[in-house]
């Protein structure tokens, strides 16, 4: 089984910063496309940032030029920094993490727990 496990969240002043940690453990072979999702409460889950293996990122145009997804792969951690919060930005964000657990196996998409972001106004 792979495990992915958050930390980072809080509470911050609109117009702080956060930065919050993703790693993946367990059986792992490879770890492809790595990402962070954010869900409000009455919302759907929406994308905020991916980052594949090889460093490509995109971003949600809500997010775009304040937050900054990177990755170490000999961590199998992948972060995300977020400058410059708004309220808007409350919710709380998931790891997600597409997984190669054998050589002869498909990938696999995996979820963390989540972590809280709480933006005051």
């Known amino acids: 089984q792979v495990q992915l496990v958050e930390s980072g969240g809080g509470l911050v002043q609109a117009g702080g910063s956060l930065r919050l940690s993703c790693v993946a453990s367990?059986?792992?072979?490879?770890?492809?496309?790595m990402g962070w999702y954010r869900q409000a409460p009455g919302k759907q889950r929406e994308l905020v940032a991916v980052?594949?293996?090889?460093?490509?990122?995109n971003y949600a145009d809500s997010v775009k030029g304040r937050f900054t997804i990177s990755r170490d792969n000999a961590k199998n951690t992948v972060y995300l920094q977020m400058n410059t919060l708004k309220h808007e930005d409350t919710a709380v964000y998931y790891c997600?993490?597409?997984?190669?657990?054998?050589?002869?196996?498909?990938?696999?998409?995996?979820w963390g727990q989540g972590t809280q972001v709480t933006v005051s106004s």
């Open positions: 367990g059986s792992i072979f490879i770890v492809n496309d």
């Open positions: 980052i594949t293996r090889g460093g490509l990122t």
């Open positions: 997600n993490a597409e997984t190669i657990v054998g050589i002869f196996q498909p990938p696999k998409g995996y």
